[in-house]
T-cell receptor, first 109, second 116 residues
Framework: GQNIDQPTEMTATEGAIVQINCTYQTSGFNGLFWYQQHAGEAPTFLSY??LDGLEEKGRFSSFLSRSKGYSYLLLKELQMKDSASYLC??????????WGAGTKLIIKP | GAVVSQHPSRVICKSGTSVKIECRSLDFQATTMFWYRQFPKQSLMLMATSNEGSKATYEQGVEKDKFLINHASLTLSTLTVTSAHPEDSSFYICSARIGQDYNEQFFGPGTRLTVL
């Protein structure tokens, strides 16, 4: 079967750095997405990785290792507004998104 | 950027009535649209995949006669929840994809359905 695993909840301090991990087992791979979702709102796109390595975009970076079936989202200089759920999703061989359950990130002052 | 709208954003209805939710791609043509449902504190659950001009493909456990999907044009898909019941209360989100080989899905803002 297809499976995406990510921690249920994480807590971090304002101004700090946090890494959210995601491991996956899917039938085929056409890229991995990270989305941010605030409570009561739709997901918004953060990043897309299809090749191994680190993609940096401002305070957010995403890493992919296809051989290990592993990705992480790195958030730097955390702000209170970063409190949200972070969803990992993998595009499978049919370009269907397989979703993780999401990681709720709690930022404390 | 690619913008997807949903209407209505919030709807409250009585049990037994039908509710229609519209999903529109505003500045691009969407060959494929997806309908998701999300219950509180849970992740997105794909309900169905809709390709323009053809019947929707429903995920296992989703009743196609209860959740009617129409994708009549490249910019509009509708989801009709027929004979809604309180257990259908949820956050319904649509997304749209430009082409088969273009991976990213663009999400609408979601529709909060409450069935009394």
């Amino acid at each position: 079967g297809q499976n995406i695993d990510q921690p249920t909840e994480m807590t971090a301090t304002e101004g700090a750095i946090v890494q959210i991990n995601c491991t996956y087992q899917t039938s085929g791979f056409n890229g991995l997405f990270w989305y941010q979702q605030h409570a009561g709102e739709a997901p918004t796109f953060l990043s897309y990785n299809v090749l191994d390595g680190l993609e940096e975009k401002g305070r957010f970076s995403s890493f992919l290792s296809r051989s290990k079936g592993y990705s992480y989202l790195l958030l730097k200089e955390l702000q209170m507004k970063d409190s949200a759920s972070y969803l990992c999703a993998v595009s499978d061989s049919n370009y269907q998104l397989i979703w993780g359950a999401g990681t709720k990130l709690i930022i404390k002052p | 950027g690619a913008v997807v709208s949903q209407h209505p954003s919030r709807v409250i209805c009585k049990s037994g009535t039908s509710v229609k939710i519209e999903c529109r791609s505003l500045d691009f043509q969407a060959t494929t649209m997806f309908w998701y449902r999300q219950f509180p504190k849970q992740s997105l659950m794909l309900m169905a995949t809709s390709n323009e001009g053809s019947k929707a493909t429903y995920e296992q456990g989703v009743e196609k006669d209860k959740f009617l999907i129409n994708h009549a044009s490249l910019t509009l898909s509708t989801l009709t929840v027929t004979s809604a019941h309180p257990e259908d209360s949820s956050f319904y989100i649509c997304s749209a994809r430009i082409g088969q080989d273009y991976n990213e899905q663009f999400f609408g803002p979601g529709t909060r359905l409450t069935v009394l």
